[in-house]
């Protein structure tokens, strides 16, 4: 089974500073995206963020980058200069069958002022 | 329009009583996805549209679950005779093509009592 590992249900972070999230994911695709997607109290998944897996160069969006590690199978999330508004579920998603996404259980990020 | 719009976005159902959930999404979107997210779960992949047609079901869980969406736009997922299992949000998600980033709404939180 093509499975996504989020190994952390909670994190903590203080306003401004900087958190990283965890994901490992299985895939059999040979070329894929892999995707961060923040899901606020509105329910609304949000892209935060997306890699080429053919790209070794790590994706950037302003305050968010990843590690992507395409040997190991590792897709983490780095937040800098955290703000309140980045308080959320956080989840990591891999592809699976080339349209639908497989999601991990989510990493739940506080934002302390 | 300019996201995808889902309704209604609360229901209560009794057990055994019958449900439909909308979703309109993104105008001129090819592909439409429906997902089921469990409370404290990733959103879980129940099946794809490609215009009009119906391309992969594998997810939907038992027969009671049927989806449709016959002017390739529009889409109703229907759940026959509701069981507290089936408590969940519904997202719904477009995209242009197929592979491309999906578009998802803000989901219908179904609580079944």
């Known amino acids: 089974a093509q499975t996504v590992t989020q190994s952390q249900p909670e994190m903590s972070v203080q306003e401004a500073e900087t958190v990283t999230l965890s994901c490992t994911y299985d895939?059999?695709?040979?070329?894929?995206?892999l995707f961060w997607y923040k899901q606020p109290p509105s329910r609304q998944m949000i892209l935060v963020i997306r890699?080429?897996?053919?790209?070794?160069q790590n994706a950037t969006e302003n305050r968010f980058s990843v590690n992507f590690q395409k040997a190991a199978k590792s897709f983490s999330l780095k937040i800098s200069d955290s703000q309140l508004g980045d308080a959320a579920m956080y989840f990591c998603?891999?592809?699976?069958?080339?349209?639908?996404?497989?999601f991990g259980k989510g990493t739940s990020l506080l934002v302390t002022p | 329009g300019a996201g995808v719009s889902q309704s209604p976005r609360y229901k209560v159902a009794k057990r055994g009583q019958d449900v439909a959930l909308r979703c309109d999404p993104i105008?001129?979107?090819?592909?439409l996805f429906w997902y089921q997210q469990a409370l404290g779960q990733g959103p879980e992949f129940l099946t794809y549209?490609?215009?009009?047609?119906?391309?992969?079901k594998s997810g939907l869980p038992s027969d009671r679950f049927f989806a449709e969406r016959p002017e390739g736009s529009v889409s109703t997922l229907k759940i026959q005779r509701t069981q507290q299992e089936d408590s969940a949000v519904y997202l719904c998600?477009?995209?242009?093509?197929?592979?491309?980033?999906?578009?998802f709404g803000s989901g219908t939180r179904l609580t079944v009592v």
């Open positions: 998600a477009s995209s242009a093509r197929t592979g491309d980033t999906y578009t």
């Open positions: 895939t059999s695709e040979s070329d894929y995206y």
């Open positions: 890699q080429e897996a053919y790209k070794q």
């Open positions: 998603a891999s592809p699976n069958s080339g349209y639908a996404l497989n």
């Open positions: 105008s001129g979107h090819v592909s």
């Open positions: 549209f490609q215009n009009e047609a119906q391309l992969d």
